[in-house]
């Protein structure tokens, strides 16, 4: 939630506090920046038990699964530009921040000389020279494993910047063309951050070995522009079994530090 604007957490925020009738807040498993989608975002509240209650209408159907007449409650409260897509019980000791393995984003750019097609302008960027697909995926390569990419973060108080970066490739369909990025976490505007730097490879500005060259700074580069917020979607948080929930957060909770 931010004071004075509107934001998805707000959104849920005020729906679940008015189907409750008690103040309750959720947890997400990560901030996205403004204009960004999350189509695999994950999120707890904690409801209190004698609250819980109003999760069941007096139309419910004995063979409805648990929490779906409030799913589909929730689907004519919310507005039509924020859907809630499952609801389940946690199990003990989940926290959809803290006990996260790893977060999955997708990046889509259109090279196309048109621009972009409108049915697809809100969640694609287009892009108007054309890129070294294979440059970009070369460069890509240096930038996977732990890492402070201090270069690629906005500065955030108290916050490191050390990341495992799993996974960054690219795929090239016509004019489209898509960055696959998972880490076990992101530092704020860390994904559009390393797209940008990509970018540049991938318009012959900067060479492959650059991006390398970047994880040797302390603090955020000035040599390139974040990519712009719309392009990029979460679209998956992964999770460990129950048994060994607890055990991830003591491991999440646990600040990195350069060794």
Do not use: K, N
């Amino acid at each position: 939630m931010q004071a004075g604007r509107r934001t998805v957490a707000g959104v849920l925020d005020e729906a679940l506090s008015t189907v409750f009738r008690t103040p309750v807040r959720l947890r997400a498993a990560g901030r996205t920046d403004t204009g960004v989608h999350a189509a695999g975002q994950v999120a707890h509240v904690d409801v209190p038990a004698d609250a819980l209650r109003y999760a069941y209408p007096r139309s419910r159907r004995p063979a409805d699964p648990e929490f779906l007449p409030l799913l589909r409650r929730l689907g004519r409260f919310l507005p039509e530009d924020v859907r809630i897509r499952q609801i389940v019980r946690a199990p003990a000791g989940f926290d959809a921040r803290f006990s996260a393995l790893r977060r999955h984003y997708i990046y889509r750019l259109s090279t196309a000389p048109y621009g972009v097609e409108p049915h697809q302008a809100r969640y694609v960027t287009g892009w108007p020279r054309e890129l070294d697909v294979d440059a970009m995926a070369l460069a890509s390569r240096d930038l996977l494993g732990l890492h402070d990419f201090a270069a690629f973060c906005r500065h955030r108080d108290g916050a490191t910047t050390i990341r495992e970066l799993q996974r960054l490739d690219w795929s090239r369909e016509g004019d489209l063309v898509t960055a696959y990025v998972t880490a076990d976490a992101f530092c704020w505007s860390m994904v559009r951050s390393l797209v940008g730097a990509l970018l540049a490879v991938g318009e012959r500005r900067r060479p492959a070995d650059w991006c390398r060259e970047l994880l040797s700074a302390t603090s955020r580069s000035s040599d390139f522009t974040a990519a712009p917020a719309h392009g990029l979607t979460l679209v998956g948080v992964d999770y460990p079994p129950d048994s060994e929930l607890q055990a991830r957060t003591v491991i999440t909770r646990d600040l990195r530090s350069r060794s």
